[in-house]
């Protein structure tokens, strides 16, 4: 995009200095002819910049010239006005903060620009929780945010799910992640994690803690994830699934089985055979029972048995016509409009 390599040289320039036209070609994988006119296009939008001819010479901007995006790219200028993101800013006490500096960016850009990042903000909007999640309230959320924020001890009550449910803890809060749409408090010593929806009561205490500098967020998240997954996941069940029916989770089974349905795990009528890790009999019971006649559980055999109860019972149930309670002359049908 043309008003992305504008911006682009504007800043190769400021922070690096003279530039060749073959220099700047090769940082932006353009032709050196682009180059050329996207120069003039600059000059001719009122920046100062000139070109020395010769060995040494080659592009630069005028001595104290700056353009005022200091460094932000056009991607990074954009992403600040998805409308997804005052949410989440908002929850964490920095909605008025947000705002101001959106305000300050959309003023920084070139017209062009600003109207690019206008369309963006009115075409993609970020609702991070599912269609059928409860919202969780989570009114200590800022203070948790300020003390990541400030390095600040919190003594926390806080409720898990295993006895006894109601503790008392003292966190050195390192980082917040937000995954679908709730917010977790990554804190030492541990480092543990904790739902910020689950504190009940929240002292900001006078004492600072030292951020190990090796800490790593992100990295930390994605160790926590595979490892909640594996321990969650204890146990596996074999499934057939009826064409175009897919588990995000599965995953083909062993060759031995996979051959009894055929050559790609794929029976004469188009079913296959897969592996799922599974919690418990419990909810994989729900789970599968959900998929209907698209899904067969060959194992473990208290799984399948499971569910051979419930469709018993539940074909028992179905079997005959309910009878219609208005029938009974003691209990006429309501009129119409009341």
Do not use: C
């Amino acid at each position: 995009m043309k008003s992305s390599r504008l911006v682009s040289i504007l800043l190769l320039l400021q922070t690096r200095g003279r530039m060749t036209a073959a220099q700047l070609a090769a940082e932006l994988e353009v032709s050196v002819r682009t180059v050329y006119r996207d120069v003039e296009a600059l000059g001719a939008a009122g920046v100062p910049l000139y070109g020395d001819a010769g060995h040494a010479g080659g592009y630069r901007l005028l001595d104290g010239y700056r353009t005022r995006l200091t460094g932000l790219t056009t991607e990074e200028a954009q992403a600040l006005f998805l409308a997804g993101v005052p949410g989440p800013a908002a929850q964490l006490g920095l909605g008025a903060v947000l705002a101001a500096a959106q305000l300050k960016v959309r003023a920084a850009l070139p017209a062009q620009l600003r109207a690019h990042a206008d369309r963006v903000g009115g075409r993609f909007h970020l609702d991070a929780p599912g269609w059928y999640a409860r919202a969780e309230e989570a009114p200590y959320l800022p203070a948790v945010a300020d003390a990541v924020w400030n390095n600040r001890v919190l003594d926390i009550a806080y409720r898990r799910w295993r006895t006894p449910t109601d503790v008392d803890r003292r966190l050195e809060p390192y980082g917040l992640v937000l995954k679908a749409g709730r917010w977790y408090v990554v804190a030492g010593p541990g480092p543990r994690t904790f739902r910020v929806d689950q504190i009940l009561r929240l002292t900001a205490s006078g004492e600072r803690f030292v951020r190990p500098d090796d800490f790593d967020l992100a990295a930390y998240w994605t160790a926590y994830q595979r490892d909640f997954h594996e321990r969650l996941h204890t146990a596996e069940a074999v499934v057939r699934l009826a064409p175009g029916v897919t588990l995000a989770r599965a995953r083909p089974v062993g060759e031995s089985v996979a051959e009894s349905v055929g050559e790609g795990g794929a029976d004469a009528d188009g079913w296959s055979v897969v592996t799922v890790p599974i919690e418990s009999v419990e909810r994989a019971h729900d789970e599968f029972l959900a998929l209907g006649a698209g899904a067969e559980v060959l194992g473990p055999p208290e799984l399948r048995a499971r569910l051979a109860r419930t469709v018993t019972t539940l074909a028992e149930r179905y079997r005959d016509t309910p009878r219609n309670p208005y029938d009974d002359p003691g209990n006429p049908r309501p009129a119409d409009g009341n």
